[in-house]
C-alpha cells in the first residue's frame, strides 16, 4: 500500500501497524488506500502551505495516514475523509513543533498559524483550506526548473501520483535507493534554493507551465512507450500522467497547451488495449484492430483539443501532436487516414520545435501520403546528419520503407540493426521477427 509503505520507510516498525485480523479490517485497509491515492496530494500541498517545508509536510500526511490505519478499523471511515486526514496532519505539526526544545520565533508563528487555522469540533467537520491553491502551488514547486528533469519526475509521481519509492523505481527500472536517492536531493535542492511554496507571477508563469507540461508528458511517455525492460507498454504510467493533466487543466482552465496536453494523452492512451497482443507482443499503429480503441477516451480527447483550439492554442506544440493524433482516432483505417494533413501538422510542428525526431516522424508521414521513395529520402538526409545515429527508431523505419520498395536485403539489415540498438525487449523482439520475415 502506498502510504503505509512510505510510513514504515520512515522508522514505524511492522507491529506498529493494525492487525489485519478480518475482512471489516482488510476491506477498511482497501478503502483507505484508495482514500490516500486521491487525498495525499492535497494534505501534503496544504501542509506545505502551512509550514513551508515539502519534506515535513510529507511526514505530518503519513503520520496522518497511520492515525487513520489505525483508528478507523475501529471507529469507521468518517463522512469527510480528507478533512480528517487534513486535521490529523495539522494535530501532528502541532504536537511536533511543542516537541522541540527550542522554538525559535519562526516556529512558534507556525505553530500558531496552525492552532488557530484548525477550527475546534471533530475532524470530520473541518472544512479544508483553499485547496486548488495549495495542490496548484505544489504542482509548480515539484516541477520547478532548479531540479533535473529525473529528479522533478520522481518528486513529482511521489508527491502527485502518491506512488512508493519501489513503485517509481520499477517504473523506470532503477534501484529504490537511487530514486529515494533523488528525491531526497530534490527535496533539499528546493529547500537550499529557497524555492517559494507559490505558483508563480505572470512574469515567470509561462516558462515554469512549460516545465510542468513537460514532466507530465515524460510521465505518459515512458508508460506508453517504455524506455527498457520486458514490458513494451505500463499503463499505470499513463494513467497517473493523464490524471495530473486533469488536475492541472481543471486548476488552471483557460491556458490552452494545458487542454492541448490532456487531449493528447486522452488520444494516445485510447489505443493502449489494441497495441499489444494478449501475450504482450507489440502490435504496430497501422496493424492495429481500431474496434479496441476506447472511444471514450476518443471523445475526451477531441473534446480537449476543441477546448485548446477555443482558447487560441491549435499551434501550440501539444496541440499539434494532438490533432496528429485525432487524424489517426476519425480515420477508420490506415487508408482512410488524412496523411496529407498529418505532414502539414508535422510542418507546423517542425517550426515551432525543430527537432530530428520530428523530422523522422514527418517522413514517415510524407511515405504513406506521397509514397515510400519519397519518405526514404528523407530519412536518408536524416542519417547523413548524423542526429538520430543512436536512434533505433531510425533504421526501423528505414527498414520499413526499404522493404516496401522491394529493396529486401537492405531492409533486413537494417531490421536487425535496430533491433541492436533498441533497449526494450519487447521491441527488440518484434524488429528482430520483422527481420525474418523479409522476404
Keep these: 500500500m502506498a502510504g503505509a509503505n512510505r510510513r514504515v520507510s520512515h522508522g514505524v516498525s511492522a507491529n506498529e501497524q493494525p492487525e489485519m485480523g478480518s475482512a471489516n479490517t482488510a476491506e477498511t485497509h482497501r478503502a483507505i488506500e484508495a482514500v490516500w491515492r486521491i487525498e495525499s496530494a492535497r494534505i501534503i500541498a496544504g501542509m506545505a502551505r502551512m509550514v513551508g517545508d515539502i519534506s515535513l509536510a510529507e511526514e505530518f ?4 495516514l497511520v492515525a487513520a490505519l489505525e483508528q478507523w478499523p475501529r471507529t469507521g471511515i468518517p463522512r469527510n475523509t480528507g478533512a480528517w486526514l487534513t486535521a490529523a496532519a495539522k494535530r501532528r505539526a502541532i504536537d511536533h513543533w511543542r516537541r522541540q526544545e527550542r522554538l525559535g520565533s519562526k516556529y512558534q508563528e507556525i505553530a500558531h498559524r496552525l492552532k ?12 479544508d483550506d483553499p485547496i486548488n491553491d495549495d495542490l496548484l502551488r505544489l504542482i509548480f514547486v515539484s516541477c520547478h526548473p532548479v531540479l533535473s528533469r529525473q529528479a522533478r519526475v520522481s518528486l513529482t509521481l511521489r508527491l502527485l501520483g502518491g506512488l512508493t519509492t519501489d513503485e517509481i523505481a520499477r517504473a523506470f527500472l532503477v534501484p529504490s535507493s537511487t530514486i529515494g536517492q533523488r528525491i531526497v536531493r530534490a527535496k533539499k535542492t528546493l529547500s537550499a534554493a529557497n524555492v517559494p511554496f507559490e505558483v508563480p507571477g505572470r512574469d515567470e508563469f509561462a516558462a515554469r507551465l512549460e516545465s510542468v507540461l513537460e514532466v507530465i508528458y515524460l510521465v505518459f511517455n515512458e508508460g506508453y512507450a517504455a524506455t527498457a525492460g ?12 493523464m490524471r495530473l493533466g486533469r488536475v492541472l487543466a481543471e486548476l488552471v482552465p483557460k491556458e490552452a497547451e494545458i487542454h492541448g496536453l ?33 472511444q471514450l ?3 475526451r480527447g477531441l473534446a480537449a483539443l476543441d477546448r485548446a483550439e477555443s482558447l487560441g492554442g491549435a499551434r501550440g506544440a501539444y496541440a499539434l501532436q494532438a490533432a496528429i493524433a485525432a487524424c489517426h482516432a476519425r480515420a477508420s483505417g490506415p487508408e482512410q487516414t488524412d496523411w496529407e494533413r498529418i505532414v ?13 525526431v520530428v523530422e523522422l516522424n514527418r517522413a514517415v508521414a510524407v511515405s504513406m501520403a506521397y509514397g515510400p521513395a519519397a519518405g526514404l529520402e528523407l530519412v536518408d538526409e536524416l542519417a547523413e546528419d548524423g542526429k538520430l545515429a543512436e536512434y533505433h527508431l531510425l533504421p526501423s523505419v528505414r527498414a520499413d520503407l526499404l522493404q516496401k520498395l522491394g529493396r529486401t536485403i537492405e531492409a533486413r539489415t537494417e531490421f536487425e540493426r535496430a533491433a541492436s540498438m533498441a533497449r526494450n525487449d519487447r521491441e527488440r523482439a518484434l524488429l528482430l521477427d520483422r527481420a525474418a520475415a523479409v522476404v
Design 230 to 241: 520486458d514490458d513494451w507498454m505500463r499503463p499505470e504510467l499513463c494513467q497517473e500522467a
Design 61 to 64: 500526511a503519513q503520520d496522518a
Design 262 to 294: 490532456v487531449a493528447l494523452m486522452e488520444l494516445q492512451s485510447s489505443r493502449i488495449h489494441a497495441r499489444t497482443s494478449r501475450s504482450g507482443e507489440p502490435i504496430l499503429l497501422l496493424e492495429q484492430d481500431r474496434s479496441r480503441w476506447d
Design 116 to 127: 488557530t487555522d484548525e477550527p475546534t469540533g471533530r475532524p470530520e467537520a473541518v472544512v
Design 344 to 356: 502539414a501538422l508535422y510542418d507546423a510542428l517542425a517550426q515551432l520545435h525543430p527537432s530530428p
Design 297 to 299: 477516451l476518443i471523445r
